[in-house]
């Protein structure tokens, strides 16, 4: 099978200073390739050179190469412009860091993106909305509520709002970065679960601080330092916790 | 209890006082404007400046149509402003945010000094000779020349108060949207503009009180005849210029007491405006207040 994403040589600088260097990284479809790394090493950044969203950033530089393959068809290196900059962002869908949630109302949160850029109308979207809220087990929650405002969603009901939004749109690779870190222990579990489902569909890379839910859902483990990969880990690696927690404690 | 040192205490009271002297100066003026009325109030005088005529030599001294000037005048200024004003908006905001924007912005700042007379006097020789060909009768100086002009004038006001509240929004707004594939022009139409509705309205209704207020645009350019505004091309006089024009020809006939009347009008409807503003603020701090106990009932039960 072919990688959906290959990011060869990547280096990114903000203010002529390397976040990121050298990084080589393929991902694959079915995957799940779980980032991490202490406080500041640009796990997020790399993240967003997947979806060139740091290009919004001034004074942000981006060297290398990132190429997607998307459904059986090669698009290149993204920096090339081989894909108009909206295709590739719904495409590569990213839930960030902190819930961030548009201030309109629960259901406005998801159909409003599918019909500017989607360009959904009618039952269709309805249909979607509440497939992606069911999937991120918010529906029974929000379900007799969807006019009133995001915001008076907890962190964690935001957080999956986020997911659920991005899931919404369909893309077909998945930049999470810390999706549980607002959520309780059965939240998080259930979105764990979602994640393990939803990896037949997806290419997924995300980031997690926790070593516990890094070997529950990890098919991969990246970690980053100072901006660069310094090792990867499979699951043969993860399997026996005391040689994992020994790796990691390597790597930290 | 924390102890207030002297000088917070001074500090204190200069600015209460300066809170009491503002609030008696603007209920004195509209005390004194009431009172200068009062003689209006007598006898017939209500409906005759209350109406559509002003012939003083006939006795006529209605002010209804320097009130629909003022109108007319105002609301089309704002719409002929409104959309560029956040066509330049939406240009800083998102679709060039480097030198370029800075430059627009130092400019639209800069037109914020321009004294209004320039602006006036620009117009007279370069808007009313193309709005009187345009025209074909008519001397050029009518309800557009003003209205453009006017128009320009309150632009920068509306353009800073707008961008300033679209730089108050969290930028995580267009983050999140630009990550779900909004094109600019999107993120602006359907994020940040919904998002930063009452600083838009409150722009736009500033306009409108800076339009309704100003003087001197009408006066130079409106052609003074204190006629109803039928129609884009005819003269007409707003109630600005109206109180100008009679208290420097005249001061002591009815046509000098309906001078009062129009300021009370003027101040009423200027008042009126900023209610409006202050409306709009506390409906939604009222419906933000509301969602929040609703809420916290459902988190209870
Ligand atoms: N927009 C920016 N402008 C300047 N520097 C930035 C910007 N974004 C990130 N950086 C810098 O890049 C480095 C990596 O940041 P990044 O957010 O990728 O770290 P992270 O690994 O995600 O950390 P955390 O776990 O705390 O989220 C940091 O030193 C940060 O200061
Ligand atoms: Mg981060």
Redo the contacts between chains.
């Keep these: 099978m072919e990688p959906a994403v290959v990011i060869s040589n990547l280096e990114v600088l903000f203010f002529g200073k390397a976040v990121l260097k050298d990084i080589h990284l393929s991902l694959w479809p079915g995957r799940i390739t779980v980032l991490v790394g202490p406080s500041g090493s640009g796990k997020s950044t790399l993240l967003r050179a997947i979806?060139r969203?740091n290009e919004?950033f001034?004074d942000c530089q981006t060297r290398g190469s990132v190429s997607l393959h998307l459904q059986n068809q090669y698009h290149g290196d993204i920096y090339q412009n081989t894909i108009p900059?909206?295709?590739?962002?719904?495409r590569v869908?990213?839930v960030?860091q902190?819930p961030?949630v548009?201030?309109?109302s629960i259901e406005k949160n998801i159909t409003?993106?599918l019909q500017?850029?989607v360009g959904l109308t009618g039952s269709a979207l309805t249909e979607r909305m509440t497939r992606a809220l069911q999937e991120v087990a918010l529906w029974d929650e929000v379900k007799d509520?969807l006019k009133?405002?995001a915001?008076?969603?907890s962190g964690g009901q935001q957080q999956r709002l986020?997911l659920a939004?991005?899931l919404a749109?369909e893309p077909q690779i998945l930049l999470l970065d810390e999706p549980t870190a607002s959520l309780d222990y059965k939240s998080a579990a259930r979105i764990e679960s979602l994640l393990l489902n939803l990896k037949e569909r997806y290419t997924i890379l995300a980031i997690s601080h926790s070593l516990s839910q890094t070997r529950r859902i990890a098919d991969r483990v990246c970690v980053l330092r100072q901006g660069q990969l310094i090792q990867e880990m499979d699951r043969n690696d993860m399997a026996d916790i005391r040689t994992f927690q020994g790796l990691m404690e390597a790597a930290f | 209890m924390l102890k207030i040192n002297p000088p917070e205490k001074w500090i204190e009271t200069g600015l209460f006082m300066a809170a009491v002297v503002s609030a008696v100066a603007i209920v004195s003026i509209l005390l004194l404007l009431i009172y200068f009325c009062l003689p209006l109030f007598s006898g017939n005088g209500l409906s005759r400046v209350f109406s559509w005529r002003w012939q003083p030599i006939d006795g006529q001294f209605g002010i209804l149509p320097m009130c629909a000037g003022s109108l007319a005048l105002s609301i089309l200024a704002l719409g002929i402003a409104f959309p560029p004003a956040i066509g330049i908006c939406t240009l800083v905001h998102v679709l060039s945010?480097g030198v370029f924007a800075r430059i627009v912005l130092i400019l639209t700042h800069f037109m914020t000094g321009i004294p209004t007379v320039i602006y006036g006097f620009v117009s007279v020789f370069v808007l009313v000779p193309r709005i009187r060909s345009l025209s074909e009768a008519g001397t050029g100086f009518s309800l557009l020349t003003a209205a453009i002009t006017l128009a320009i004038l309150i632009l920068p006001t509306i353009v800073l108060v707008c961008y300033t509240r679209l730089e108050q929004l969290d930028p995580?707004?267009?983050?999140?949207?630009?990550?779900?594939?909004?094109?600019p022009i999107?993120q602006m139409r359907?994020?940040l503009m919904?998002?930063a509705t009452k600083g838009v309205a409150a722009a736009a209704i500033l306009g409108l009180g800076r339009a309704m207020g100003d003087t001197l645009i009408s006066l130079m350019l409106a052609g003074n005849a204190a006629q109803f505004p039928g129609s884009l091309f005819t003269s007409f006089r707003s109630l600005t210029a109206h109180i100008g024009l009679v208290v420097a020809t005249d001061s002591q006939s009815l046509a000098y007491q309906s001078v009062f009347a129009a300021g009370l009008v003027l101040f009423l409807l200027v008042a009126a405006l900023n209610l409006i503003i202050r409306k709009t603020d506390n409906r939604i701090t009222a419906n933000?207040f509301l969602?929040?106990q609703?809420?916290r009932h459902?988190q209870n039960f």
């Design positions: 979806n969203l919004f001034p900059l909206s295709d590739l962002r719904r869908g990213m960030f902190t961030a548009l201030p309109f409003m993106p500017v850029t509520r009133s405002s915001n008076t969603l986020c939004r991005v749109l | 945010r995580v707004l267009r983050l999140a949207s630009a990550a779900m594939g909004f094109t999107q359907h994020v919904p998002a933000a969602r929040v609703e809420t459902e």
